[in-house]
């Protein structure tokens, strides 16, 4: 489905090599498979470790949104790949999982109508807990670039929060915005928009523990906590409209 995504990878890391956050050095690339017979990248690997549950949340939390602010501050002017939303609009339905249909429906024709105007940035795209290794309750690097790509600020912070949300409850996806907020200042607006792209992005669903959550031995969350923990969510941001 995307033929390009080791030239992708390999251009994303060349073009975050100049961010002030650390990120893996790209050693080499075979972006068609004729020399190691697959598609593959070889990078340097990153000192540190994913932290999911820190001992101070709210300093791990502006560590977060400080990596992310500098990654959106890098010019992106060039950088030839684009945003674009992974969910069509034609398959976006209420999700029969949900016991707040009509928050769901408010989402979906918020994300039905036309984005907001925004600056395009240089953005992660799939920027979370998971894909940031810290080291002495610092942040040490983010990781995971194959969809790296110019579009909204908003996008980034959006994924992020969903995953706090999923993780741990709504007030610590909001304390991460408001982290955000405060590190990039006037240079962001937020919109609640992006925070509903997200969650429509995900569906049909129905949500479950992300695996790599287990990989690094957090404790498990049931398929119904999951769900519940995303309505929850939706119904946040759908208040925020």
């Known amino acids: ?8 990878e390999a251009a994303a890391l060349a073009w975050a090599s100049n961010l002030s956050v650390a990120v893996p050095t790209l ?3 075979d972006a068609d498979g004729k020399e190691c017979g697959v598609p593959a990248t070889l990078t340097t690997k990153l000192p540190g470790a994913v932290q999911l549950r820190p001992s101070d949340r709210s300093a791990w939390l502006s560590e977060m949104a400080a990596a992310a602010v500098a990654i959106h501050r890098l010019d992106a002017a060039g950088f030839p790949w684009n945003y674009r939303r992974y969910n069509s609009k034609v398959h976006l339905e209420v999700p029969r999982w949900s016991r707040r249909p009509a928050a769901w429906r408010t989402a979906i024709r918020t994300v039905n109508a036309p984005p907001p105007r925004t600056p395009d940035v240089f953005i992660h795209r799939d920027y979370h807990p998971s894909n940031i290794v810290w080291v002495d309750d610092k942040v ?3 990781v995971d670039w194959v969809n790296a790509c110019r579009g909204p600020a908003g996008i980034d912070v959006a994924w992020c929060r969903h995953n706090l949300a999923n ?3 709504v007030d610590v996806a909001d304390e991460f915005l408001e982290a955000y907020i405060a ?4 240079e962001f607006e937020y919109d609640p928009y992006w925070d509903l792209m997200t969650v429509v992005e995900l569906l049909p669903g129905p949500p479950t523990m992300y695996a ?3 990989a690094e031995g957090f404790p498990p969350i049931s398929n119904d906590v999951m769900r519940q923990r995303v309505d929850r969510y939706v119904a946040s941001v759908v208040a925020r409209l």
């Open 27 to 29: 050693i080499a690339f």
């Open 212 to 214: 790599g959550w287990k």
């Open 183 to 186: 590190a990039a200042g006037s």
């Open 1 to 8: 489905m995307e033929p390009d995504l080791v030239g992708h």
């Open 140 to 142: 040490s690097g983010v």
């Open 167 to 169: 993780l741990y409850n």
